[in-house]
């Protein structure tokens, strides 16, 4: 048989490019159903009841062993079971969701925060990684900045909202997380440090997220001595739904 005459009846490269087509159209499917692991609304809105057996569009799930033991799984296949203070401003699917009753506490909009796992951050060495200074006591804090401790803690509206505590420091990263806020006699609760505005001369520290009354309503803490994920996606969500709803005249109409 003459080299060619295999060749000579069929087309290469029309052959190449049915097998790359397959091959891309393939690797779009494995894509697309990979990429909805996560922050898809796997859920249906209307009956509230989770999306499985979908071939195409929704992945088997994966289990992932974590670091420090466990196993988390992904899709989960939970649904959203959060009790919000809110209702949708119109019936159809994906309408957006306005508060009841008092906005700050409505968790939505900007102050919406993700049901993270209850259980605290933790180092490579396996202890929690973000904790007050009266725990971390190889820290300490830069003697030519401002010591924030002891300092008035004031909202937007000027009103007192506390007094500085303590401050959490991140074992890990090397920096300061949270000032602990003393709001009232036997209960402090976190600020986060971006929110925070830390004067040493006048001896304050300014917060324009909310007012001094807000400082109150800061979720708590159930362990004084650390934090959860799920706390403190609560605690920096409080203070970014601050900046829309701890004043009316923060919101629309802005004219």
Known sequence: MKLGQITSYIDVAQIT??????????????IRREDRREGYPLFSEPSNTYKSGDFFFIPPPKVFRLPHGGTASSPSGKV????LRAAKVEPWPGAPLAPIGDPM???VGPGSYAE????????HEGVPKIVPLRVATNFYLETRDPDPRGLTVYGADGVVGGTVRDVWVDRSEVLIRYLEVEVAAGKSVLLPINFARVDGRRGRVAVKAIMGHHFAQVPALANANQVTLLEEDKIVAYYGGGTLYADPSRQEPLF
């Open 116 to 123: 993270r796992s209850n259980t605290a951050d933790l180092t």
């Open 105 to 107: 506490l409505a968790a």
């Open 80 to 83: 959203d079971s959060r009790d």
């Open 17 to 30: 490019l049915y097998v790359f087509l397959g091959f891309f159209v393939a690797l779009m499917v494995y």
